[in-house]
């Protein structure tokens, strides 16, 4: 979602941890008076980034793999519709997206190979799992019509999935889901991905061009402009998916991520805290209204529309009490430990999830489960362990055996480490 962890794993260097998508400048603190803490040249990774990206993952796995159990009228149906509230997890991985390229873009704007290395090692880090998993598809799609036959409803499917390839192949798939093509039922996710490389492909032009004043405002803009394109799809065109896969309807929570950004580089961020701790529990009743009730009509499409925004400015207020509070310096329980681990590989766990998914439920059915079990509720948990389980496992795999590989063509790309970025000290 996914911005997605994309940087956290270490790369091949001397000595040193390559910790890009979730680490900020690391020197000695100092206290100005402000009670502000500079933190200088050379990185230091923030693991309360990849407990945050655990958890967006895990939320967007929950909804996943419960899908199979919407249908049902009992307990775990009703356990499905709740953790369809997991899918809010790619609004996160949007507001960290955000939040961690523009903190790069802002470090080495002012390099000689501003664009050269920065896409340079986008393309290192994204397009080797990505490309490597539709080669993967792409082969079994060739090879699938001789192994079915002539009557498999699986070889329609194959049909459909042949033309929704130039559009995964372009990171156009947002767009095509927008108008309504089909073809994308085990890459239907991929519409995040998408997002977050057109985004790419024009936010380091506006970093490089626009002082960091006028990119606040920029930002700000931004987040508005998306709530008026979603109003506009809702009410010109209801139910439209345009609303939920199109990147000018979904850019507010990169911007919000982006202005996080600037706030941390300019040195201001404390001064968000007092508003974040009002926006928490606003946007968190505003988001659980939505949830029990939708009216009807125009108020709607008014409300479903906010509704997108609430998501994003709560994830907002969340970032910025996890990056201010000092308690980020210690260790982290077991339960902060295991999402950490999990969001180290959420990358590959949210690009490999869907592919399983839809072989998952073509070996082993929720229902053949819940009629085993005869307990749909047990199956349910049981479902979405297994899928978590096979998940991680080949994602790890996949960076271990694969990823990591093509990361130690970086030092050919070398990152800027003249950033000088803000921490606020709050006191415990």
Known sequence: MAGLNRDTQESQGKGMKETEGG?????????????????????AHLPILDVLRGTAIIGVLFEHFSMPAAHHAGVAGFMAKWFAAGGTGVDLFFVLSGFLITGILLE??????FFRNFYARRFLRIFPLYYGVLAFILIGLSVAP???????????????????????????????????????????????????????????LGVFLFPRRLLIWVCVGLIAVAWCFRVFFQASHPGSFAVYVLTPCRIDGLAIGSLLACAMESGWILRL???????????????????????????????HSTFYSMVVLFF??????????AQNARPLGKAGRFLATVGRYSYGIYVIHGVLFFAYRKVLP?????????????AVLLYIAIGFLWS????????????????????????????TTTLAKLPE
């Open 273 to 303: 805290v007092g508003p974040a701790k009002i926006v928490l529990p606003v946007t968190a009743a505003a988001i659980f209204l939505r949830v029990v009730h939708v009216p009807p009509g125009l108020a709607w499409a008014m409300l």
């Open 366 to 378: 929720w229902d053949r489960v819940a009629a085993g079990l005869h307990a749909p509720a047990i």
């Open 392 to 419: 991680f496992g080949l994602a790890y795999a996949s960076w271990h055996l694969y990823e990591k590989h093509f990361l130690k063509l970086k030092r050919y790309f070398p990152q800027a480490r003249s950033f």
């Open 146 to 204: 001789f192994l079915l036959h002539a009557g498999s409803p699986v070889l329609k499917q194959v049909h459909d999935a042949w033309g929704g390839q130039p559009w995964l192949w372009t990171y156009t798939t947002n767009i095509a889901q927008a108008l309504g093509v089909g073809g994308f039922q085990s890459t239907h996710h991929f519409w995040t991905l998408a997002v977050e490389e057109q985004f790419y492909m024009v936010w380091p």
């Open 23 to 43: 680490s900020i400048p690391k020197t000695k603190a100092v206290q100005t008076s402000d009670n502000i803490v500079r933190l200088g040249v050379g990185r």
């Open 316 to 325: 907002g207020a969340v970032m910025v009490l996890a990056l201010t509070r």
């Open 108 to 113: 080495a704007r002012n390099e000689v190979h």
